[in-house]
């Protein structure tokens, strides 16, 4: 009676363990996933900040955020995506809207331009200051394009 007691409590303590684990592997996605976007907005903002005249325009320092960027726009998300990490089920943590997970098609036709405009972007800030502010706004208005479909504006 006692040991089935004891084997009882011990199941029940590894359910609970286990709902914390994937608790804690649902917050740790949202913060990797946060991550990324913060280590592409630095990226971009350096080369924005070229191309508003804010710094003077550099190359060397233009090919190293080109080629974070590039490096970056390699990275899979797919696996930072689990189930259950939208803003519905995590309010207030997250600004992923269900549609990640409903249209993965789209996401992906999101991320291909994304990945073309950094391309391009690559190219043009190697060239000089003018193709840098040709290209920019694209990878921008990519940027736009998937936080329209996939982003809450808000928390
Ligand atoms: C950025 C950044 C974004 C995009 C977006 C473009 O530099 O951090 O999220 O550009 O503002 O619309």
Redesign the pocket.
């Known amino acids: 009676m006692k040991i089935k007691l004891f084997v009882t409590t011990l199941a029940v303590a590894a359910v609970l363990a286990g709902g914390a684990a994937m608790a804690d592997r649902a917050e740790d996605a949202v913060k990797a996933r946060r991550g990324y976007?913060q280590m592409?907005?630095f990226n971009?903002?350096g080369l924005?900040a070229m191309a508003k005249g804010e710094v003077d325009y550099n190359a060397v320092a233009a090919a190293k955020f080109t080629a974070n960027l590039d490096a970056l726009s390699d990275v899979d998300l797919g696996p930072l995506f689990l189930p259950g990490t939208d803003n519905q089920a995590m309010a207030g943590k997250t600004r992923s809207l269900p549609a990640i997970w409903s249209n993965p098609t789209g996401l992906v036709g999101r991320s291909e331009d994304f990945n073309e405009a950094i391309d391009l972007l690559s190219i043009a800030a190697a060239q000089g200051l003018n193709p840098l502010r040709s290209e920019i706004g694209k990878?921008?208005?990519a940027?736009?394009a998937c936080?329209d479909d996939f982003r809450a504006k808000d928390f």
């Open positions: 976007f592409l907005s971009l903002g924005a990878v921008g208005g940027c736009k936080h």
